[in-house]
C-alpha cells in the first residue's frame, strides 16, 4: 500500500513538471513580448509618442551606452555611487525601447576600461570623461547613436539630475538620427535681429547672438511678411517676432501652418526696446513716442488668448538692479525682471534645465473665459506682482518710481510665457480659397512669449571679438530657452507630445515629514533663545546707562544677576534643542525597526500560518 502511494507520488510529480515545461514554453511562444509594468508611477511603460518614434524607424539605428560598471563600483566618490544607481534605470529604458522597435533598435552597452580602445572610442566621440574612479580614473556614462547613413547623435553624459526627461533626450536622439536633416524653421521678424547696416552708427551690424545659434542648429528660412501668402509644407516650425500691423493674407498663412499641424513660436510685446521702426534721422524724437507693441488680435482670440499690448507687467520681488546714468548706484527696476528655477516650469523640457531668465517690459498671457484650449505657465511671476500701462514705464528717469502706490494684483501669478495646447479653429471661417481648413485635425500646440527683450543680447549675452571670432559669455539661460522651444517645436508631434515623468527615486517621505517638524520644533528654540538674549543685553544696557561714569566698567549685583539668569536660561533650551534632535533620532530608529520586524519577521510569519492552515485545510479534507 506504502509502495502505491509513494508510486503515485512520484508519479504526480512527474505529470506536474511536464505540465510545468509545458506551461513555461507556451507562456514564452504566446507571450513573447508581452509586458506588465506594476510601478506605482508606470516607470517603464513608454508613452505613445515614443512608441510612434520606434515605430516609424526605417533603416536600423545603433544606440551604444559606455558605462564604467568597474572603475564606479571600485570608486569611493559618492557621485560614482549616483551613476552606477542610475546606469540601470538607463539601460532599461534602452532595452524597453529595443523590445518595441521591431529589430531596427540595437542597443549595445560597453565598459570602457582607463587605458583601454573602447575608453579611446568614448573620448572619440566626444563623451564627458568623469575624474571619480579610483585613483582620478575617468568614468563615463554616455550615449553614442549612429544610423546607416552615418549620422551620428552624442549625449556626452545621461544626467542622472534630468531622469524625468530619459525618454524624451533618447527619443529625441531616435527621432534625430531617423530624420538626419536639420528642421527647417521659417522666421518672420520686424526687428533687426540679423547683419545688416545701422542707420544710427552708420555701421555694419553684427546679428543677434540667438540669431547665429538658430543659423547654426537649424535651416532657417527668413519669410517676408509684407509678401506672406502661405508657407512651405516643408518648414517644420515657424518663429513669429514682433508682429506689427501683419496682412490678413500674412495671418491667414500662419492660420492655415498652424491648423495643418505646423508649429508656432511667437514672440509679443507691449514695449519692445529694440523696435527701430519709427526712428527718423531728421527727428531724434520721433523714436521715443512711436508704438512699439505688437499684437496678433484675430488669431488670438481664435485661440482663446487674452493679451493686451498696452499692459506691462511689474514684479518687485524678480526687479533688476540697473544704472541709469554712469556713476549713479543701482536702482530697482520692476518692469526687468529676473526670473529664476523657482519661476520655470520644472516639468517641460524647455524651462526643466534652466537657472534664469531675464525679461523686460514684458506683458501676460491668459486663457479666455470661453477657451477650451489649454495654457501651461513655461516662465511666471511671483504673485507679488501687477500690471499698469505701458506709458507708464515710457519715458522713465526714475525706476523707482514704479513701486510707488505699489499694489499687487492678487494670488494669481501672471504667465509671461507659456504652451498653449488644443484643437484650434480659423481665425478666417469666411475665407474659401483651396485648401482651406477651418478646424485643425488634432490637437495643437503653439509657444506663447510676451516679451522680444528675450532675445536681445543685452538681457543674457555678452558678445566680445577675439581675433576675428565673436565670443559669446552668457549670463542668463535666455538663449538656452528660445532654442530649446525651437527644436522641441521642430521635433515630430509624437515627441513634442512626450512629456517628463516621475523619477525612480522613492524618498521616505514619513522620516521626511519626521525630520522637518523637528527642524521646526528646533528653529523656534533657536528663535526663543535669541529673543531671550536680546532681551538681556536690552536690560544689561539699561542698567549700565543708570551708573557713574567710573563704574562703567565694574559688573553691578542687578547685572551679575541678570546675566546669571541668561546663562541659566541658555544652558535649559541648549538641553531642550538636544532633546528634541536625540527625539528625533529616537522616533527614526524606532520606524526603522519596526520596518525590520515587518520585513523580517512578520512576512514569513505571514506565510508560515498561510502554509499551516493550508496544511490543516488538507488533512481536514482527507479526514472527511
Known amino acids: 500500500m506504502n509502495s502505491n502511494r509513494k508510486l503515485l507520488t ?17 507562456s514564452n511562444t504566446l507571450l513573447r513580448g508581452a509586458r506588465l ?54 539601460r532599461e529604458m534602452l532595452t524597453e525601447m529595443a523590445a518595441r522597435a521591431g529589430g531596427k533598435l540595437r542597443v549595445e552597452t560597453i565598459d570602457p576600461l582607463p587605458f583601454s580602445e573602447e575608453e579611446d572610442r568614448a573620448t572619440g566621440f566626444g563623451l564627458q570623461a568623469l575624474p571619480w574612479g579610483p585613483g582620478g580614473a575617468n568614468i563615463f556614462l554616455g550615449l553614442v547613436g549612429t544610423n546607416s547613413t552615418n549620422g551620428k547623435s552624442v549625449m556626452p553624459i545621461v544626467d542622472p ?16 538620427l531617423s530624420m538626419p536633416k536639420k528642421p527647417a524653421v521659417g522666421l518672420i521678424t520686424s526687428l533687426p535681429m540679423g547683419a545688416g547696416f545701422d542707420a544710427a552708427t552708420r555701421q555694419m551690424r553684427q546679428p543677434w547672438a540667438i540669431q547665429q545659434q538658430l543659423d547654426q542648429l537649424f535651416e532657417v528660412r527668413t519669410l517676408t ?74 488669431l488670438f482670440k481664435a485661440w482663446g488668448i487674452d493679451y493686451d499690448p498696452k499692459k506691462v507687467v511689474l514684479d518687485r520681488e524678480h526687479a533688476l538692479q540697473i544704472t541709469m546714468t554712469q556713476g549713479a548706484p543701482p536702482v530697482r527696476h520692476a518692469a526687468i525682471l529676473g526670473f529664476t528655477k523657482r519661476d520655470l516650469n520644472p516639468t517641460d523640457v524647455t524651462t526643466a534645465t534652466l537657472q534664469s531668465i531675464n525679461v523686460s517690459t514684458a506683458g501676460f498671457f491668459a486663457l479666455a473665459k470661453d477657451s477650451k484650449n489649454k495654457l501651461t505657465p513655461l516662465i511666471q511671476t511671483s504673485a507679488d506682482a501687477m500690471s499698469v500701462p505701458s506709458e507708464r514705464v515710457k519715458f ?14 492678487g494670488s494669481q501669478p501672471f504667465v509671461v510665457a507659456g504652451r498653449l495646447e488644443g484643437k484650434f479653429t480659423s481665425a478666417f471661417p469666411e475665407r474659401n480659397e483651396p485648401g482651406h481648413l477651418a478646424e485643425a485635425k488634432d490637437n495643437a500646440e503653439i509657444i506663447l512669449v510676451a516679451d522680444t527683450d528675450i532675445l536681445s543680447n543685452r538681457l543674457w549675452v555678452q558678445v566680445q ?25 521642430g521635433g515630430s508631434s509624437d515627441l513634442i507630445s512626450i512629456r517628463g515623468r516621475a523619477t525612480s527615486q522613492r524618498p521616505f517621505t514619513t522620516v521626511e515629514d519626521m525630520r522637518r517638524a523637528a527642524e521646526e520644533s528646533f528653529h ?33 549685583p542687578e547685572q551679575k544677576a541678570e546675566l546669571q539668569k541668561f546663562q541659566d536660561q541658555k544652558v535649559s533650551i541648549r538641553k531642550e534643542l538636544r532633546q528634541v534632535r536625540r527625539g528625533l533620532d529616537d522616533r527614526i530608529d524606532a520606524l526603522g525597526t519596526r520596518l525590520k520586524l515587518i520585513n523580517i519577521g512578520l512576512m514569513p510569519l505571514l506565510i508560515t500560518l498561510l502554509a499551516l492552515g493550508f496544511a490543516w485545510w488538507k488533512r481536514q479534507r482527507r479526514a472527511v
Open 10 to 26: 512520484v508519479g504526480a510529480l512527474a505529470v506536474l513538471a511536464v505540465l510545468l515545461v509545458a506551461v513555461i514554453l507556451i
Open 37 to 90: 509594468d506594476l510601478t506605482q508611477n508606470h516607470l517603464y511603460t513608454l508613452s505613445q509618442g515614443t512608441k510612434n518614434i520606434l515605430a516609424s524607424i526605417e533603416e536600423p539605428i545603433h544606440l551604444t551606452l559606455f558605462f564604467s560598471d568597474k572603475a564606479a563600483a571600485e570608486s569611493s566618490q559618492p557621485e560614482a555611487a549616483t551613476l552606477r544607481n542610475y546606469a540601470p534605470r538607463v
Open 161 to 176: 539630475s534630468k531622469e524625468s526627461f530619459l525618454e524624451y533626450d533618447i527619443a529625441k536622439m531616435i527621432h534625430e
Open 225 to 298: 511678411a509684407a509678401s506672406l501668402k502661405a508657407i512651405d509644407k516643408d518648414i517644420n516650425v515657424v518663429v513669429l517676432v514682433h508682429p506689427k500691423s501683419l496682412s490678413d493674407d500674412a495671418q491667414y498663412a500662419i492660420d492655415q501652418f498652424v491648423l495643418r499641424g505646423g508649429h508656432l513660436l511667437v514672440f509679443v510685446d507691449p514695449v519692445a526696446e529694440a523696435d527701430d521702426s519709427g526712428a527718423d534721422p531728421n527727428n531724434p524724437q520721433a523714436a521715443m513716442f512711436a508704438d512699439k507693441s505688437s499684437d496678433l488680435p484675430k
Open 396 to 409: 522713465l528717469p526714475d525706476p523707482s518710481q514704479l513701486l510707488v502706490d505699489y499694489k499687487p494684483d
Open 465 to 489: 571679438p577675439f581675433f576675428g571670432q565673436q565670443v559669446m559669455n552668457a549670463f542668463a539661460n535666455n538663449g538656452d530657452f528660445i532654442v530649446n522651444a525651437v527644436d522641441n517645436l
Open 524 to 556: 523656534d528654540k533657536e528663535r526663543d533663545l535669541q529673543t531671550k538674549l536680546a532681551d538681556t543685553e536690552r536690560r544689561l544696557t539699561e542698567l549700565q546707562s543708570g551708573k557713574a561714569k567710573e563704574n562703567e566698567m565694574i559688573l553691578s
